[in-house]
């Protein structure tokens, strides 16, 4: 079972910032958080990952709460080309925990 | 650029036709997976081979085999293919199992319809 709860959709117009939660409170302290998106009939793109520090590179700022139990993944300016379900993954290493295990995700859709 | 290259793109089969799905790697990672992806779902893993060790996922259903003749290919065999196995079929790659930073890297997968 997937291990993180995310909102089914949101919106975004283009242009401002998009804003994604991500509740996973039952995160160990060996586990991190992936973020991968899925624009459609494409395989899923890996955007960021981090353990307890909030994390930034070109495609987007992921924010992780001090307790670690959620996060929030931020593109900063959404175009068009981010609409996509975008998946949010708790994952760590060792046993059966390395493995990347999909929720259901958010559809993002970003309008003009 | 290293990628992960599946082939073909879209296939169409029989019921109950043997069909062969391939998937090739350019970064030389350890492991390759493969995932069913049903139409409005999430992608769910169904096996993965850590160099030539094979893994299975529990649920995978027996009609499902997977073949990694070299680092750098991997198959996905349907023995008899059912209506319900129309999906996408997603190859991912990864550098190793453990450590934080080795993420996936997929493939642009291969659409099979059964008809």
């Known amino acids: 079972d997937a291990k993180t709860t995310q909102p089914p959709s949101m919106d975004c117009a283009e242009g401002r910032a998009a804003n994604l939660p991500c509740n996973h409170s039952?995160?160990?302290?060996?586990?991190?958080v992936y973020w991968y998106r899925q624009i459609h009939s494409q395989g899923p793109q890996y955007i960021i990952h981090?353990?307890?520090n909030n994390e930034t590179n070109e495609m987007a700022s992921l924010i992780i709460t001090e307790d670690r139990k959620s996060s929030t993944l931020i593109l900063p300016h959404a175009t068009l080309r981010d609409t996509a379900v975008y998946y949010c993954i708790v994952r760590g290493w060792g046993g059966s925990n390395y493995k990347l295990t999909f929720g259901k995700g958010t559809l993002l859709t970003v309008n003009p | 650029d290293a990628m992960v290259i599946q082939n073909p793109r879209y296939q169409v089969t029989q019921f109950g036709k043997p069909v062969t799905l391939s998937c090739s790697q350019t970064l030389n990672h350890n492991v390759m997976y493969w995932y069913q992806q049903k139409s409005s779902q999430a992608p769910k893993l169904l096996f993965h081979y850590y160099d030539k060790d094979f893994n299975n996922e529990a649920d995978t259903p027996d009609n499902f085999q997977s073949r990694r003749p070299n680092t750098s290919f991997c198959f996905l065999d349907i023995r008899s293919p059912g209506l319900g196995d129309t999906a996408m079929y997603l190859c991912?790659?990864?550098?190793?199992?453990?450590?934080?930073?080795?993420?996936?890297?997929f493939g642009s997968g291969t659409r099979l319809t059964v008809v």
């Open positions: 981090g353990l307890k």
């Open positions: 991912a790659t990864s550098r190793d199992t453990g450590g934080a930073g080795y993420g996936y890297t």
């Open positions: 039952t995160i160990s302290g060996n586990e991190y």
